[in-house]
């Protein structure tokens, strides 16, 4: 088969199959947020490019060679968003939450674009779940955010993942840090790679983060920010890491996290599994504490972090964490001849309206076909309806796994299928507890179901 083209490289299709497991861990993420009071926020895909360069920053890998950049129809330099911050950011300041009760709690789900190479783990389009929360400079504020990502992956039942943290310092602790880190990687400039060069003069710290490995190799014994760091900085830190200790989350210091964007400023933190290879950071945030004055807004201490759904979802599976994947037919309705077919339409119709997840013959196939067709859709009951059926008011209803057939009277038929399924769950239920069940009224329960 020649089809005309391919999905774009580093970029995937997450087909039906697979989707209710995005689905389900979105949800997740989304009401644990909301225990913690962070309401979403939907942004454009695409902003104006000054957003990104002032925001994560010139020197960045994201912005230097990253970003999906083009100008649009009327001449404006447009990017593609390479993550959610900025653009929360922006919206922030732009409708005036500086004003509203602070801190402002928000939260999304969204699609980034960056232009990566491609590997297990890294695509060129994925997905984040972040949090922002604007308006706090406490470090209870550091913790509780923490916090908020811990209890996602908990809720997940993900194991395992480690809690990396460093401290980045303000920009006036990091002039010193600066210096240092010119005067050590001057020695060995000949070593570094063309960006890193330009870096050198601009902004040494981002060189700590380069993705050439062999800049990398020279930056290992490089002076570590958190002997550099001021007194407040410092305070901040212990405070940050003392909340930690108190709410019993493990946390290894780290001073190599730099984090790859300009942003961030005091606490920065990572976690990082060991099962999904070379991109083993699942989520990762931080303070960034001057970023809205950078865009030219009021000062506004505020943090945040951001998980790759992707990521999430290859360490779920290498740790075999199974999603229940949702039921997608309790019944299929297979008509025999036009009569049926109508009352087919009418039926399942009622059934939808009380919640069922109902479906019949829109293709006009012989009973055979339909019933392969219900087997393949895991339809959960079937209902064959032919000219006797409609006849006798009655309809033998047969259940795909059993095989058994019950007979079903075809008046009223959506309120008693949903009385019958809700008895059947019920002692299918109490049989997989061994009877634990016996003479308790479940039907209230299961009843919310449909
Ligand atoms: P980030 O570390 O660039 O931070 O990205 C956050 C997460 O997004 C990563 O830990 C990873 O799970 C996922 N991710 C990043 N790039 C890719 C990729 N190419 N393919 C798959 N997944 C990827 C930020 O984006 C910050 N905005 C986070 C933040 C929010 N900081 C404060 N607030």
């Known amino acids: 088969m020649a089809v005309v083209t391919k999905a774009v490289k580093g970029t995937q299709d997450i087909m039906p199959d697979e989707v209710y497991k995005n689905q389900f861990i979105e949800q997740i993420m ?30 960045t890998d994201v912005v230097q060679k990253e970003m999906y950049t083009f100008d649009d129809k009327g001449g404006r330099s447009i990017t593609l968003r390479p993550e959610g ?45 972040g ?10 504020a550091d913790a509780e955010i923490i916090s908020l990502a811990k209890e996602i992956f908990a809720f997940l039942g993900v ?46 710290m981002r060189i700590l983060d380069c993705k050439s490995p062999i800049c990398h190799e020279v930056a290992k014994d490089a002076p570590a920010i958190l002997d550099y760091i001021c007194d407040d900085c410092s305070a901040h830190f212990e405070s940050v890491k003392k909340y930690l200790d108190k709410m019993n989350i493990e946390y290894v210091i780290n001073p190599r996290i730099v984090r790859g964007l300009d942003y961030y400023t005091r606490t920065v933190f990572e976690f ?17 504490d001057g970023l809205l004055e950078e865009l030219g807004g009021p000062h506004t201490p505020s943090l945040g972090f951001a998980m790759g759904t992707g990521r999430l979802l ?58 392969k067709y219900a087997d393949k859709i895991g339809a959960k009951y079937t209902m064959v309806l032919g000219d006797d059926e409609l006849n006798s008011k009655t309809a033998k209803l047969k259940n795909m796994a059993t095989g058994e057939t019950t007979e079903a009277g075809l008046d ?16 299918a239920l109490n049989a997989s507890l061994g009877g634990e069940l016996d003479g308790v009224d479940l039907s209230a329960i299961l009843n919310q179901q449909f």
């Not at 949090?131 to 209870?140: D, H, I, K, N, R």
């Not at 570094?192 to 330009?198: A, D, V």
Request: net charge negative.
């Open 131 to 140: 949090v922002e929360m604007l308006g706090t400079a406490s470090p209870a």
């Open 314 to 371: 290859m360490v779920m599976q290498a740790q075999g964490i199974e999603i229940p994947a949702p039921p997608t037919c309790d019944i299929y309705v297979a008509p025999m001849g036009e009569n049926a077919s109508f009352e087919a339409a009418a039926i399942v119709a009622d059934l939808r309206a009380s919640g069922v997840s109902a479906q019949t013959d829109v293709v006009g196939r012989s009973l055979k076909a339909q019933m």
């Open 272 to 288: 990082v599994s060991t099962e999904i290879g070379a991109q083993g950071t699942v989520c990762g945030g931080g303070r960034y």
């Open 159 to 204: 194991e395992g993942l480690q809690l990396e943290l460093n401290s980045i310092g303000c920009p006036e602790c990091r002039k010193n840090y600066h210096n240092a880190l010119r005067e050590y990687f001057e020695a060995r400039k000949d070593k570094l790679c063309p960006t890193c060069l330009g870096r050198l003069e601009k902004n040494p």
């Open 30 to 59: 989304l009401d644990i947020a909301g225990k913690f009071g962070f309401r979403e926020i939907r942004t454009p895909v695409f902003e104006h490019t000054e957003l990104f360069q002032r925001g994560v920053g010139e020197t």
């Open 412 to 427: 009223g038929f959506a309120d008693s299928f949903m009385e019958f399924i809700i008895k059947e769950e019920t002692a």
């Open 85 to 129: 911050t900025a653009g929360a950011a922006r919206a922030f300041l732009e409708h005036g939450l500086f004003n509203e009760a602070l801190p402002q709690k928000l939260c999304y789900i969204l699609n980034c674009y960056r232009y990566e190479k491609p590997q297990a783990g890294r695509w060129r389009e994925f997905q984040q779940f």
